[in-house]
Nanobody
Framework: VQLQACGGGLVQAGGSLRLSCAGS????????MGWFRQAPGKEREFVAA????????YYADSVKGRFTISRDNSKNTVFLQMNSLKPEDTAVYYC??????????????????WGQGTLVTVSS
């Protein structure tokens, strides 16, 4: 599986962005998908994930109520709608794919494939 993330950019605090992650391969629909982010000088952290089986979503506490993860298996794409953005959301955002049986949604090491990252900058 190859992943291509896009949709990042510069936005003012309170604004919105929608990230997309397009995957290759006919088995995309059988992968759990996740979004992680990494700010300068910080470790990569979990943002959101969505199960392949029933599209159950998972969110980090810091983004609950502001971010929404979704997927369109017909287009091999997972989305992250980000609303009410804050300066502390500034980071490079990465999408990841993992085999369903082994993925712990918030654990980066349980994902098998990673996209290249897209930069989100939120100005105050």
């Amino acid at each position: 599986v190859q992943l291509q993330a896009c949709g990042g950019g510069l936005v003012q605090a309170g604004g919105s962005l929608r990230l997309s992650c397009a995957g290759s391969g006919r088995t995309f629909r059988s992968y759990d998908m996740g979004w992680f982010r990494q700010a300068p000088g910080k470790e990569r952290e979990f943002v959101a994930a969505i199960r392949w089986k029933d599209s159950s979503p998972y969110y980090a506490d810091s983004v609950k109520g502001r971010f929404t993860i979704s997927r369109d298996n017909s287009k091999n794409t997972v989305f992250l709608q980000m609303n009410s953005l804050k300066p502390e959301d500034t980071a490079v955002y990465y999408c990841a794919a993992g085999a369903g049986r082994t993925v712990l949604p918030d654990v980066p090491g349980t994902y098998d494939y990673w996209g290249q990252g897209t930069l989100v900058t939120v100005s105050s």
